[in-house]
């Protein structure tokens, strides 16, 4: 994986938007770039996927243009912070084989069940972040 890389997020989604701004403010060197995807002005299509694709799960792109999605975007996004931080040691974590396959089921979930979460005050007002049951 090479550095930065792009996170897709739903800006609309109060969960996913307060897990960005904490992304934002620790110590990333720089190595990630914030892409909102229920903006206006986002265009899925531009990245080779669709708008309900995006929405439903986390994607990130390295700077090579290889996807990650969900556990594995996730770790992607700790990968990007020094070595000894609490994200490296979560992506370590999360890597072992029981807690990987426990995280890949609770990411499911959580992914499956997220259009029922509070979007944020006046979010997609425009339809462009509307989640498929």
């Known amino acids: 994986m090479t550095f930065p890389v792009t996170i897709f997020y739903d800006g609309s989604c109060r969960i996913c938007s307060a897990e960005m701004d904490k992304y934002r403010q620790a110590d990333h060197n720089d190595k990630l770039v914030f892409v909102d995807i229920s903006a206006v002005d986002f265009d899925a299509t531009s990245y080779r996927r669709t ?62 069940y997220r259009h029922l979460l509070p979007k944020k005050r006046n979010a997609c007002d425009d339809g462009t972040c509307n989640l498929k049951h």
Not at 97 to 107: D, E, I
């Open 51 to 112: 708008q309900d694709e995006f929405m439903a799960r986390l994607h990130v792109k390295d700077a090579e243009g290889v996807f990650y999605t969900g556990v594995d975007a996730f770790m992607a996004i700790w990968q990007a912070y020094p070595e000894c931080s609490v994200y490296r040691l979560l992506s370590a974590t999360i890597g072992l084989p029981g807690v990987n396959l426990f995280s890949r089921g609770a990411y499911a979930m959580f992914a499956r």
